[in-house]
């Protein structure tokens, strides 16, 4: 991702409640969520799942950061064809 693009997510992020509910309100669990150190500096990581068996992650120096890269890393929805 880009740093415009990087920014531009940011922005559109909601602080994070209202991501967590978006993607909870499209099926994804939050199956993992871990503040941690990696040299000294603090970091967030967030695990989503489906029932589907499909997941995505976001990984950053703040919740916003991580919550934007799992965003951006969401598939698109395929619709069923008949």
Do not use: C
Request: no cysteine; aromatic share 10%.
């Amino acid at each position: 991702m880009t740093e415009a693009g990087r920014q531009a997510s940011l922005k559109e992020i909601r602080w994070p409640w209202d991501t967590i509910q978006s993607l909870r309100n499209d099926g994804w669990m939050v199956a993992v969520h871990n503040d941690y150190r990696l040299n000294g500096k603090t970091m967030t990581f967030w695990l989503f799942t489906r029932a589907d068996g499909r997941w995505i992650k976001g990984e950053g120096e703040t919740d916003a950061e991580a919550l934007a890269q799992a965003l951006a890393n969401r598939p698109a929805e395929v619709e069923p064809t008949s």
